[in-house]
Nanobody, 122 residues
Framework: QVQLVESGGGLVQAGGSLRLSCAAS?????MGWFRQAPGKEREFVAS????????SYADSVKGRFSISRDNPKNTLYLQMDSLKPEDTAVYYC??????????????????WGQGTQVTVSS
C-alpha cells in the first residue's frame, strides 16, 4: 500500500494562496485531492492521471486550483489561489486504486494521507 504524507496547510485570508504537497512512497497510479469540512462528507477536489497528462476538477474549484505532479520526486501538488472561506476543510491526498486515469469518487481511492488543515478567514 502506498504511504502518503501531506504538508503545506495553514491559515490564510480570503483571496490568498496556498500550495499543498503530498509525498508518496513509490510512484502510485493516478492521484488526487479530497477535502472534508466539519459536519460534511468528504468531497472530491481534483485528480491527475499517472502520466500527468489528464486532470479533473470539481466545479467549485475550477479556475482557482491547479493539480500537478513531479514523478521523479513522487510528489503531488495542489496550488490553491483566490481562496474562499468555503474552502476551509481538512485536505486529503489520495492514491488511485489500481487506476492510471483520473477519478472523482472515494470508491476509487486505494490509499489516503493523514490530512492537512486549510483555514480561510473572511
Amino acid at each position: 500500500q502506498v504511504q502518503l504524507v501531506e504538508s503545506g496547510g495553514g491559515l490564510v485570508q480570503a483571496g490568498g494562496s496556498l500550495r499543498l504537497s503530498c509525498a508518496a512512497s513509490g510512484r502510485p497510479y493516478a492521484m488526487g485531492w479530497f477535502r472534508q469540512a466539519p459536519g460534511k462528507e468528504r468531497e472530491f477536489v481534483a485528480s491527475i492521471s499517472w502520466s500527468g497528462g489528464s486532470r479533473s476538477y470539481a466545479d467549485s474549484v475550477k479556475g482557482r486550483f491547479s493539480i500537478s505532479r513531479d514523478n521523479p520526486k513522487n510528489t503531488l501538488y495542489l496550488q490553491m489561489d483566490s481562496l474562499k472561506p468555503e474552502d476551509t476543510a481538512v485536505y486529503y491526498c489520495a492514491a488511485g486504486k489500481d487506476t492510471r486515469v483520473v477519478f472523482s469518487t472515494t470508491e476509487r481511492v486505494g490509499s489516503w494521507g493523514q490530512g492537512t488543515q486549510v483555514t480561510v478567514s473572511s
